[in-house]
């Protein structure tokens, strides 16, 4: 028997309401799927890299993982829990093990607090020792990190983009997480400083025993620090299978225009056909296939039923029409 998934995601979906040109005055007119049918999973010490282009809906997913969005149905499965059905006192106990590391870390620093402050504030809420026990701890993860006991007394402004994305990680590790979410944490970075946050992470995964969801619209980070990968598009999963495989044999249209749209290092996948146009808006009554509207290869089937997200070799899973059948068993012979 198998061991129980760390986390498990099934059928999520997340809506946001349209309002007309009187705004708020007036109820919406439609809701946006932001995320819509949802389904993965992450094992212990495993990274799940999510990729998709910017407004997907990746980072709806990973908020609506650790509770800072509410689910409009679906779960999320944890520790035998679903965190959707929980209440903000019941989520609370869990804060500490589902921590995330967010994009902009700067502004979710207190500019007027000290670096040791806001870490050992954290420390507090949670209930974790005395003054001298936090003090240690913060001092102790800074280290982990790569900042030093210089670094504990300075204020957020004083750090540069890097050490302050290695100050989100720290505040995301202090208090012993079993899982965290890393929304975009190095697209803001110099490649040179990438590599560095990216072999940290690596690292602290190995040492500690922590999983990671690593949210990117960057496939060749996504390649350098991923397990398995979930393709993303229109608040869907389109593909998803263990990186190497993906990225030598990737199937969906959507995950070839990706990588058409890669530079250099992925060269040779420039036969596949590049992305045209603007992602729709995907409304309630949106029918059919999430990439119809963009995909080279669209039937009239794509436009009027969505495909079924299907396993089509053992650890690849694809939603697309033309895929699906073309991996169909074929008849046994006589």
Do not use: W
Not at 137 to 155: D, I, M, N, Q
Request: charged letters at 25%; proline letters at 4%; aromatic letters at 8%.
């Amino acid at each position: 028997m198998m061991d129980a998934h760390l986390l498990e995601v099934k059928n999520l979906k997340k809506t946001y309401p349209i309002y007309g040109n009187m705004g708020k005055f007036f109820k919406p007119k439609k809701r946006m799927c932001a995320v819509d049918d949802m389904s993965f999973y992450i094992d212990e010490g495993e990274t799940y890299g999510l990729v998709g282009e910017s407004g997907c809906g990746k980072s709806t997913t990973g908020r609506t993982i650790v509770g800072l969005h509410k689910a409009d149905s679906g779960s999320v499965l944890y520790g035998g829990k679903d965190l959707c059905g929980l209440s903000d006192r019941e989520f609370r106990p869990l804060r500490g093990e589902l921590q995330m590391v967010f994009q902009d870390t700067v502004s979710a620093l207190n500019p007027r607090q000290r670096i040791g402050a806001i870490l050992e504030e954290t420390l507090k809420i949670h209930g974790v020792g005395d003054a001298k026990k936090r003090r240690e701890k913060a001092l102790e993860t800074l280290g982990r990190v790569g900042l030093s006991e210089e670094h504990y007394f300075r204020y957020p402004h004083e750090l540069s983009g890097g050490q302050v994305q290695r100050l989100g990680i720290a505040g995301a590790l202090i208090i012993g997480p079993k899982l965290i979410v890393c929304d975009e944490p190095v697209s803001a970075l110099d490649v040179s400083i990438q590599a560095q946050i990216l072999n940290m992470l690596m690292e602290l995964k190995k040492d500690l025993g922590i999983s990671l969801l690593f949210i990117s619209h960057d496939i060749g980070v996504v390649r350098f620090i991923s397990d398995r990968v979930g393709v993303m598009y229109l608040g869907t999963l389109v593909e998803e299978t263990d990186t190497e495989r993906l990225f030598e044999n990737p199937k969906h249209p959507y995950t070839q225009a990706l990588f058409s749209a890669a530079p250099d290092p992925y060269a040779r996948r420039r036969e596949f056909t590049a992305l045209s146009g603007e992602q729709p808006v995907r409304t309630e009554d949106f029918a059919g296939c999430a990439f119809s509207s963009r995909c080279p290869y669209a039937a009239e089937q794509c436009r009027k039923a969505a495909p079924e997200f299907r396993e089509i070799e053992k650890g690849h899973k694809v939603a697309c029409h033309k895929i699906v059948s073309a991996n169909k068993p074929s008849a046994a012979k006589n």
